[in-house]
C-alpha cells in the first residue's frame, strides 16, 4: 500500500512536471509579460528626481570615487600600472525587474545591488584600458522589453534621457583629447546605439572613439551599423570600430531575439528583417572565426558571492553562425543560474569571455594610441 501511494506521487509529479514544461512552451510569452510589464501607466515623476552629473553620488564608477566596483580584479590579475590614457564610458544593463513602475529610480535598492555586480563582472574588464566612468540612470524595467505599448518607449527616452547627459557631464570632465571606449550591455547598449546615431556620428568626438562594445543587443550589420559612425570590427587589434555579439548554448533558439529585432526598421530606416545580426567573435576580435576552449583567456565563473568570481581560462568554445549569434556549445558548467529561454546566456555576455575582452580592449587602445 505504501508503495503504491509513493508510485502515486513519483506520476503526480511527472505530470505536473510535463503540464508545467509545456505550459512554458506555448505560453511563455504571455508568462514573461505577466510576471515583469507594469500594471500601471508611466509616470515620470515616479522614477524620482533626475541625476545630477555633477555630483559623485550619480556615478556608479569614475577615478575619483573611492568605492568603485569598476576596479574590481579576480585572483591572479594584476592592476594596471601608470596613469591612464583612455576613458571608458560604461552604460550597464537593465537592473530594474519590478512591475511597480516603468522605470526603477536612483535609490531602488535592488536596482542599486545589480548595478554594483555589473560594475564588478562588466566594467571592471575595461580597467586596464582607461578609467572607467559608469553613470546610475533611471533604468527602464525589464518589461519594457516584452511590450509594445507607448509606456514602453516613454520608459526608455527617460532612461536615455540621463545617460545623455551623463556623457555630455563626462566629456566635460575629460580632457578635450583624451581617447574613449564606449561599452554597453543589453539596455546600456540600446542607449549606446541611440547616443552614438544622434551624438557621435559625424561629429568630432567619433574620432576619439577607441572602439565601442555594443554588447547583448541584436545590431543589423547593414540596417544599424551604417547609421552608427563606426564600422564592424574586422579583426583583432583595430581601432575606430564596433563589436557586438549575443552568446547561445546550443540548442539554440533565438525566437524572442528575432521578434524584437524584426519588430522596427534599423537606424538607417531600411528593415532589419532578413538581415544579419553583426557579431564579432569575442575570443579572436573577429567576424566568422571559431574559437576552441583554448583561446579562452578567463571566464568568471560566480560564485556564492560575485566577489568570489573565480577565473577559468580554458572553458568555453565561440562561433559565430551565419545568422549573428554567439554559439558557445553545450550549456557550461558553472553559468545555470539565470539562463533566458532558448538557451540564452544573455546575463553572461562579458563573463564567459572577461579576460579575453579585458585584453582585446587595451590591444585597441594600444593601436589607437600609437597613431
Not at 570615487?65 to 591572479?76: A, E, T, V
Request: hydrophobic share 45%.
Amino acid at each position: 500500500m505504501l508503495a503504491r501511494r509513493f508510485l502515486y506521487i513519483i506520476a503526480g509529479l511527472i505530470v505536473l512536471t510535463l503540464a508545467a514544461g509545456i505550459g512554458w512552451t506555448l505560453f511563455q510569452d504571455q508568462l514573461m509579460r505577466f510576471a515583469f510589464v507594469p500594471g500601471v501607466r508611466f509616470d515620470a515623476d515616479a522614477a524620482g528626481p533626475a541625476p545630477d552629473y555633477a555630483r559623485p553620488a550619480s556615478w556608479l564608477a569614475r577615478p575619483d570615487l573611492p568605492d568603485d566596483p569598476s576596479r574590481w580584479l579576480p585572483k591572479g590579475v594584476a592592476r594596471a600600472g601608470g596613469k591612464p590614457e583612455v576613458a571608458v564610458f560604461y552604460v550597464a544593463p537593465t537592473t530594474y525587474y519590478g512591475k511597480a513602475s516603468w522605470n526603477a529610480g536612483l535609490d531602488d535598492r535592488e536596482s542599486r545591488k545589480w548595478l554594483t555586480v555589473f560594475g564588478w563582472s562588466e566594467a571592471s574588464a575595461f580597467n586596464q584600458a582607461g578609467a572607467v566612468w559608469a553613470p546610475r540612470y533611471r533604468s527602464a524595467a525589464l518589461g519594457a522589453f516584452l511590450s509594445s505599448a507607448p509606456d514602453s518607449a516613454k520608459a526608455l527616452d527617460l532612461a536615455y534621457g540621463d545617460v545623455a547627459r551623463a556623457f555630455d557631464a563626462f566629456l566635460a570632465q575629460i580632457p578635450a583629447s583624451r581617447p574613449i571606449i564606449l561599452a554597453g550591455h543589453s539596455q546600456g547598449t540600446v542607449h549606446l546605439m541611440r547616443l552614438m546615431r544622434e551624438r557621435v556620428a559625424g561629429k568630432p568626438v567619433a574620432k576619439r572613439i577607441v572602439a565601442a562594445y555594443l554588447v547583448g543587443w541584436p545590431i543589423s550589420t547593414t540596417a544599424d551599423v551604417p547609421a552608427l559612425g563606426l564600422p564592424a570590427c574586422t579583426g583583432p587589434g583595430q581601432a575606430q570600430c564596433l563589436l557586438s555579439w549575443q552568446s547561445f548554448a546550443e540548442p539554440a533558439d533565438p525566437r524572442m531575439i528575432r521578434e524584437i529585432y524584426e519588430a522596427a526598421p534599423g537606424f538607417t530606416g531600411a528593415p532589419r528583417k532578413g538581415t544579419p545580426m553583426l557579431c564579432i567573435n569575442p575570443l579572436t576580435g573577429a567576424p566568422g572565426t571559431a574559437a576552441l576552449p583554448a583561446a579562452n583567456l578567463g571566464s568568471l565563473a560566480p560564485g556564492a558571492d560575485f566577489m568570489d568570481a573565480e577565473l577559468k581560462p580554458g572553458a568555453i568554445s565561440a562561433r559565430c553562425d551565419p545568422s549573428g549569434l554567439l554559439l558557445i556549445g553545450g550549456p557550461p558548467k558553472g553559468f545555470d543560474r539565470f539562463v533566458m529561454p532558448g538557451n540564452n546566456y544573455h546575463v553572461f555576455d562579458y563573463a564567459l569571455f572577461w579576460a579575453n575582452i579585458r585584453a582585446d580592449a587595451a590591444a585597441r587602445a594600444g593601436t589607437f594610441l600609437k597613431r
